[in-house]
């Protein structure tokens, strides 16, 4: 049985992972989630919004799902809050408002 | 049915290689290890194997390439010496920490400069901490031979270790010897196919190697390493016997010449250790208890083992073919020093480091080193720990 | 074949969020477009050199990369690679594999232009099947923006500080586009992030399924070592290809194409005036250094016009 990345962590013993640093499945980085970083948060207006999807291929972290030519609200688990998508998109569908934490 | 032939060291290597048929053999030249990928570049272009031949820019390249191959799932090798070793260092320890079975034919080249062709074990020696298994040679047969176990101690699933097969160079790699070659049908059937679970192609998963680990993880890694080096030591005795079982020959961890009531004895490693067994019979036939350890695996280290066949034994002197500067004496010295602590009845041992980059090591000098041995037994005064055997110097030396 | 951006972009993602680079960083832009310029249904294996990317897209055990990923060390990711290919057409000979694989390496100019370059130069003239990605953002930027050949004069680095006696880095940015066109591959492009990435995705689909060695040159822009605010990621691009700082071209079997001629070529300091790293560039007394950035610029320029068809 191949040990998954999900039963890896900071507390698991050497004899609980994989050697070498190996993993065997793809894109368990998504389990970490990167949009605790932001200070900015975009805000996307889906009517303003013409699906040009200009804002999808500059998004650095995949953050801007796609499905059957359509983009969906932000993947706000990984959005990092760079603002390039605000800055890109022609019709101001996008606006950057400061992040709020509870 | 074994193939009576007559072979130099490079020349058996070649045709092990051959018999094996790898999928990607990385090839660069260095001398005196330089045959090797020209042998086998013959073989490739009469389509005698089906290796992948990638004639990469540098020893740096080459040892990438089968890293990448070998994590492709591919059986990878590649021959070198000396500074091309050396050029590798970096990747050397990448390939054991990624745990893919990697071999190495490394022919054995002076690294302490200044630039000199010729053998000592400096080149292996300086790589002894990059977690690969260490096998060496007295001759073409053993260089053959431990070749052919190569793979199936690295690959096995434990371990998943590289390995380095080192043989002297010149004095082995390029002089003609007998030799009993095993047939190609015999040779497959003993190696078998590599099928690892996991790579980076033809699975149904996909592999991702050589990350970047935090502090969290990496000693936890490193203690992974450890334990498949230490695994190492059943899997170069498993695959031992079964290749004794098939071939007749024995090998072990090392070979104890004459020990049984030695009283003094030499250790060391390589092709010195035909010279020094001529000495030995001749010292026997004079009744003196003299015995010999020619020490095959260096890495796995072992430890227990060697300590235990030099107990008892009065005096030891341990023959280093390579210099590691330490200012206390040669690599072998340390580690063998090092067993026998524990021991109740130690012997007094000196280190003699000689034969630095080619320097001969005739019957004579063996002989004037068990001499000194026998003189610390009888006069109880051991001298100097670390001595030089060999050189021209202008003041009185022990040796 | 037609760009059809919708359909591009509805594939499933091959580079995943989670992973660890800064935000806005043109790394993680480049991995994506690389990925989608693969044909639905093929895999691939990604050789990545130490750098930016790969301690942030491959830092245990999460992995970023939905296909095979190996990072072995700094200077060698080209041959690296060239191993897994060699693999691969051994391992298919024999019978033991039957899908198609593609071969991207990918590091950052430090890793490509510098350490890596004996690498790089050895795997193309061997005639690897593969493609080598380098995302250029003009420095040595994961130990702190040290200079790289490929940084351009006038810029400020950690090794090429401007100072009092000093206006950043002395040396003119090294042409590596040039010098893997003169190792006469199939196929060599320059490229960045424009409007819906069409010339981005067209060269990297042609680099990937021209048989042999090709290599793609992405400029990446970073606003940590550039000094800029993350957002102006595109507006950088857009100038770096209006001024004629970086032109977008490809090289086919040796014949120069360009890929984009501006309409109205503006002047080299609306590329600079947007990045902290040329900031001293544009104190008095230092009219100079933009001068020669421009002719520098121009005359480049002229050459390449001069190789087009």
């Known amino acids: ?102 | 049915m074994s193939i009576r032939d007559r072979l130099s060291g490079n020349e058996a290597i070649a045709y092990a290689m051959r018999q094996i048929n790898p999928d990607v053999f990385a090839a660069f030249p260095i001398t005196p290890s330089t045959e090797i990928p020209q042998y086998f570049a013959q073989y490739v272009a009469d389509g005698k194997v089906d290796t992948e031949y990638v004639t990469v820019e540098s020893e740096h390249s080459s040892m990438s390439t089968c890293i990448g191959a070998a994590a492709a799932g591919a059986r990878a090798v590649t021959a070198t010496s000396s500074a091309g070793l050396a050029f590798m260092y970096e990747v050397l320890y990448v390939a054991a920490s990624s745990r893919l079975p990697i071999t190495l034919a490394c022919v054995n080249r002076t690294l302490t400069g200044p630039i000199n062709i010729n053998n000592d074990h400096s080149d292996s020696m300086g790589a002894r901490d990059t977690g690969w298994i260490q096998i060496y040679a007295e001759n073409n047969q053993e260089a053959y031979d431990n070749y052919l176990q190569a793979m199936r101690i690295s690959e096995t699933p434990d371990v998943r270790l590289p390995i380095m097969i080192c043989q002297d160079g010149f004095i082995t790699s390029h002089a003609v010897e007998n030799i009993l070659l095993e047939e190609d049908d015999a040779v497959k059937a003993f190696v078998g196919e590599w099928d690892p679970e996991h790579a980076l192609i033809g699975r149904d998963h996909p592999l991702a190697v050589g990350p970047y680990d935090t502090c969290p993880y990496c000693m936890e890694h490193n203690v992974q390493q450890a334990e498949a080096m230490k695994n190492a030591k059943r899997a170069v005795l498993e695959v031992a016997a079964d290749f004794e079982r098939t071939f007749g020959r024995h090998y072990g961890f090392f070979e104890s010449y004459r020990m049984e009531d030695a009283e003094v004895a030499l250790v060391l490693i390589g092709s010195t250790a035909g010279t020094a067994k001529a000495c030995v019979e001749k010292l026997r036939a004079e009744g003196v208890k003299a015995g010999l350890i020619k020490v095959r695996v260096f890495r796995p280290f072992p430890f227990e083992e060697i300590a235990e066949a030099l107990s008892g034994v009065k005096a030891v002197a341990v023959m280093d073919k390579s210099e590691g500067y330490s200012g206390a004496g040669g690599p072998l010295f340390a580690e063998v020093r090092s067993a026998c602590y524990d021991l109740k009845d130690r012997p007094e041992m000196i280190d003699v480091v000689f034969g630095l980059a080619g320097r001969d090591c005739a019957v004579g000098d063996i002989e004037r080193v068990y001499r000194h041995l026998l003189k610390i037994v009888t006069t109880g005064e051991t001298g100097p720990r670390y001595i030089h055997m060999g050189q021209r110097t202008s003041e009185k030396e022990v040796l | 074949m037609a760009y059809n951006h919708k359909v591009e972009l509805s594939k499933p993602e091959r580079f995943v969020g989670g992973h660890r680079l800064c935000a806005g960083c043109g790394a993680g832009i480049t991995c994506r477009a690389m990925m989608r310029a693969l044909d639905p249904g093929d895999k691939a294996v990604v050789t990545n050199a130490t750098g930016c990317l790969e301690v942030s897209s491959f830092l245990y055990p999460y992995t970023a990369w939905e296909d095979s990923y190996i990072h072995s060390a700094f200077e060698n990711a080209s041959a690296t690679c060239g191993g897994v290919e060699a693999a691969y057409n051994a391992l298919k000979r024999k019978g033991k594999i039957k899908e198609n694989y593609k071969f991207l390496t990918i590091g950052g100019d430090g890793g490509t232009y510098d350490i890596g370059f004996q690498s790089l130069s050895g795997a193309m003239e061997r005639g690897h099947d593969m493609v080598y990605f380098c995302y250029d953002n003009e420095a040595y930027m994961n130990t702190g923006i040290q200079r790289s050949s490929s940084t351009p004069r006038f810029a400020s680095a950690t090794t090429s500080p401007a100072g009092t006696v000093s206006n950043g880095k002395k040396q003119n940015k090294k042409d590596l586009t040039e010098i893997m066109a003169a190792h006469a591959i199939p196929y060599v492009a320059q490229t960045t992030f424009i409007g819906n990435f069409k010339d981005f995705h067209q060269k990297a689909h042609r680099a990937i399924y021209t048989p042999g060695p090709a290599f793609v040159n992405v400029m990446a822009p970073c606003p940590r070592g550039w000094q800029y605010p993350a957002h102006l990621l595109p507006d950088i691009c857009r100038m770096a290809v209006e001024t004629c700082v970086w032109p977008l071209y490809e090289v086919i079997e040796g014949r120069y194409y360009l890929s984009y001629v501006p309409r109205k070529k503006l002047p080299v300091e609306e590329f600079m005036k947007l990045q902290g790293r040329f900031r001293h560039c544009f104190s008095r007394g230092n009219e100079w250094t933009i001068e020669a950035a421009q002719h520098y610029v121009d005359e480049k320029w002229e050459k390449l016009l001069a190789k087009c068809e």
Request: aromatic share 8%.
């Open chain 1, 1 to 102: 049985m191949s040990i998954s990345a999900k039963n890896i962590n900071e507390h698991s013993p050497w004899q609980e992972m994989t050697p070498g640093g190996e993993i065997y499945e793809g894109g368990t980085a998504r389990l970490t989630k990167t949009g605790e970083w932001r200070s900015d948060v975009p805000v996307w207006d889906p009517v303003k919004c013409r699906q040009c999807l200009l804002c999808a291929p500059f998004c650095p972290d995949s953050s801007i799902p796609v499905v059957e030519g359509k983009r969906l609200d932000f993947d706000f688990d990984h959005c990092k809050g760079c603002g390039i998508c605000w800055n890109v998109c022609p019709f101001q569908a996008i606006e950057m408002k400061k992040e709020v934490r509870e």
